[in-house]
C-alpha cells in the first residue's frame, strides 16, 4: 500500500517569497492534516480536513498560510510571504477515519509523510 | 490544555545498553498515549500505543505501560542497537473532541554508539 506522499522534499527560498507544498494521502483516506515541525519541537497541527471540509484550522496563521484540499483527495498548503521564522518541515499525515468519540480504532491511526523541508533566508 | 512533556536529549548510550525515556501528559478524560519514532531524514512512524489505563504497549523491542495514576507513559527498551538511534515523540490524543489530533512533546534524540 502507498504511503503518504509529499513535495517537493526540500525548498530554499527568501523570505517575502511563497511556497507550496502538495500532499497526497493514502488512498481511502478521509481525514487529511498538515503539521509544522519546527527544529528541536514537536510537530504542531496546522490544519485538519475531512474529505474536502476544514475541522480544525485554529492554529493555522491565516494571514500568510493557506491550505485547500478541494476534491476531497490531495491538499495544497501554501506559505505567503514567507518569514524566517517558517523554517521548519512540513508534515502530511493521513487516518481513515475522524475519530469522534472514545476509543482508538484502527480506522484512526495516524500515518505521516516523509515531510518537506522549508528553508527561509 | 492538553499537553505532553517528555525527558530533553540528546540521550547517547552504549549498545546494548538499557534505555528509558521518560514522558508524563497532562489531559483531561481518557487520552490515547503514542510513541512516534523518526529516523534521520524519514517521516514519523508510529511505534507503540496504548488506549486505557494499564495497558502495556510494544514494538521491536520497546514497551511503554499507560500509567493513569502517575500520567506517564515512559518508554523502555532491555538492549538498544546502533540502528535505534532517532528521535523518539512522546504524542496523545484525546478523545473529548470533534477532532482527532495528535498532541506531541518536544522529541528525544537517542544516539547509540557502537
Known amino acids: 500500500e502507498a504511503g503518504v506522499a509529499q513535495s517537493p522534499r526540500y525548498k530554499i527560498i527568501e523570505k517575502r517569497q511563497s511556497v507550496a507544498f502538495w500532499c497526497n494521502p493514502i488512498?481511502?483516506?478521509?481525514?487529511l492534516y498538515w503539521y509544522q515541525q519546527i527544529l528541536g519541537q514537536g510537530p504542531k497541527l496546522l490544519i485538519q480536513?475531512?474529505?474536502?471540509?476544514?475541522?480544525?484550522d485554529s492554529q493555522l496563521p491565516k494571514d500568510r498560510f493557506s491550505a485547500e484540499r478541494l476534491k476531497g483527495v490531495d491538499s495544497t498548503l501554501k506559505i505567503q510571504p514567507a518569514k524566517l521564522e517558517d523554517s521548519a518541515v512540513y508534515l502530511c499525515?493521513?487516518?481513515?477515519?475522524?475519530?469522534?468519540?472514545?476509543?482508538?480504532?484502527?480506522?484512526?491511526?495516524?500515518?505521516f509523510g516523509e515531510g518537506s523541508w522549508l528553508t527561509v533566508v | 490544555g492538553d499537553s505532553v512533556t517528555q525527558m530533553e536529549g540528546p540521550v547517547t548510550l552504549s549498545e546494548e545498553a538499557f534505555l528509558t525515556i521518560n514522558c508524563t501528559y497532562t489531559?483531561?478524560?481518557?487520552?490515547?498515549l503514542f510513541w512516534y519514532v523518526q529516523y534521520p531524514g524519514e517521516g514519523l512512524q508510529l511505534l507503540l500505543k496504548a488506549t486505557k489505563a494499564d495497558d502495556k504497549g510494544s514494538n521491536k523491542g520497546f514497551e511503554a505501560t499507560y500509567r493513569k495514576e502517575t500520567t506517564s507513559f515512559h518508554l523502555e527498551k532491555g538492549s538498544v542497537q546502533v540502528s535505534d538511534s532517532a528521535v523518539y515523540f512522546c504524542?496523545?490524543?484525546?478523545?473529548?473532541?470533534?477532532?482527532?489530533?495528535?498532541?506531541f512533546g518536544t522529541g528525544t534524540l537517542l544516539a547509540v554508539q557502537p
Open positions: 488512498s481511502g483516506h478521509a481525514t
Open positions: 499525515a493521513s487516518s481513515l477515519g475522524l475519530g469522534q468519540g472514545h476509543g482508538e480504532r484502527s480506522g484512526n491511526t495516524i500515518y
Open positions: 489531559a483531561t478524560g481518557y487520552p490515547s
Open positions: 480536513f475531512q474529505n474536502n471540509g476544514v475541522v480544525d
Open positions: 504524542a496523545l490524543k484525546n478523545y473529548g473532541g470533534a477532532t482527532n489530533k495528535l498532541i
